[in-house]
């Protein structure tokens, strides 16, 4: 069985590697496309990874990426007594321009005025608690603005040293810089006002009743947990790019079918007249069958490998062109994928099969 589909595919070498090429074309558009969901649906990670598990924020706040919040600094003192909370972080966070080597760019510069003697893990200070004088970014960043460790950024009457640069975030469309407090009092020109207050809660504190505690003493203000504030920040994303991927999904998953379904098909036709000696000598519907399906198994099992190989390449090379280009390639996706093409290829395997039910036994015996 398998040697016959194998040698029906094979026998035209050249059609049989452009239907490889049109199954891992259509592979490649799922996989990247969805990967490249996948990255900007981090958008918000930030505000998960940062130790605070509560935000105190303006009264009509959105989120800090499309509205502007602004808090008295006296505020944020008087809710360290609520009961629950250990500690409430002064946040400064502005979308600003400055420049670099008179190269001028932008980004959303965030700091936090941790104090000194909170516990605070050794990754959250490198990345987000950089010291004075220093500005901390990210690699989308340094790539997309060409910027090195040691470059100066002038931030009006502020210059400050570019440190070590750190991984690649989760914010490709609103790239983070951080800065120190002090450092950030003298660039926003902010004295007795803040934009939010990170709150760190005690062990076992509740999160919601803490919350309600919060807005109750501190009228003018509304208070998110941090799962809120980076489900907010994502809900642009979810609105308008997920049914975008869902079209162009199904857009490849039609591709891939087609040309699996069209090469089978060919196939087919090409060897009625041996499909109808099996059927003369006693092969059921159901072995025949069998190696219409082998055909098919064969070539998107090829067709997926070479498509996600392919998908790995390409996602690679664009983030080296386009540092923007954020995907995320998850074991989930890609076993969805592949189970998505098997499917593909039973499907498509079934228009051949009734062109084989159809065919006379006695066609062979014809001259």
């Known amino acids: 069985m398998v040697p016959v589909a194998r040698r029906n595919l094979f026998a035209e070498k050249g059609r049989f590697a452009i239907s490889i090429c049109g199954v891992a074309f259509a592979v490649l558009l799922v996989l990247v496309v969805l990967a490249l969901y996948r990255g ?14 509560l935000w105190i924020a303006q009264t009509g706040t959105t989120d800090p990426f499309h509205s502007e919040s602004l808090v008295q600094a006296a505020d944020i003192e008087s809710a360290r007594d609520v009961a629950g909370v250990a500690a ?9 321009a400055f420049s670099v080597e008179d190269h001028d760019l ?32 990210d690699r989308i960043l340094a790539d997309k603005e060409g910027l090195r460790e040691g470059d100066v950024a002038r931030l ?9 640069v750190q991984p690649r975030s989760a914010e490709a469309f609103e790239p983070f810089a ?7 009092r003298r660039v926003f020109g902010l004295e007795d006002i803040v934009n939010f207050g990170m709150v760190m809660l005690l062990p076992g504190a509740d999160e919601t009743a803490v919350a309600a505690a919060l807005e109750a003493r501190l009228p003018g203000t509304q208070v998110f947990t941090r799962l809120e504030f980076a489900t907010a920040i994502r809900k642009e994303i979810d609105e308008s790019f997920l049914p975008i991927i869902g079209i162009l999904v199904a857009i490849g998953f039609t591709v891939g079918a087609a040309v699996v379904g069209l090469t089978i098909y060919t196939a087919t036709i090409e060897r009625s007249r041996e499909f109808g000696v099996m059927k003369a000598v006693g092969a059921s519907a159901v072995f025949l069958y069998r190696i219409v399906a082998s055909q098919s198994a064969m070539l998107t099992s090829a067709g997926f490998l070479l498509g996600l190989v392919a998908a790995l390449v390409v996602a690679r090379l664009a983030r080296e062109a386009v540092p923007d280009f954020a995907t995320e390639f998850r074991s989930l996706d890609i076993a969805g994928v592949l189970v998505g093409t098997v499917v ?3 499907a498509a395997s079934l228009i051949p099969v009734r062109r084989i039910n159809a065919i006379d036994p006695a066609l062979v015996f014809r001259a």
Do not use: C, H, N, W
């Open 156 to 164: 009006g009457a502020v210059q400050l040293r570019i440190g070590k």
């Open 344 to 346: 593909m290829a039973f």
């Open 106 to 137: 932008s980004a959303r510069l965030m700091a936090l005025d941790v104090p000194a003697g909170l516990p605070v893990d050794d990754k959250i200070r490198a990345r987000y608690l950089p010291q004075r004088g220093v500005l901390v970014i």
């Open 88 to 96: 409430v972080v002064p946040v400064l966070v502005r979308q600003m």
């Open 40 to 53: 900007f649906s981090r958008t918000g990670e930030t505000f998960e990874l940062l130790p605070g598990s």
């Open 178 to 184: 951080f800065l120190s407090y002090e450092d950030a």
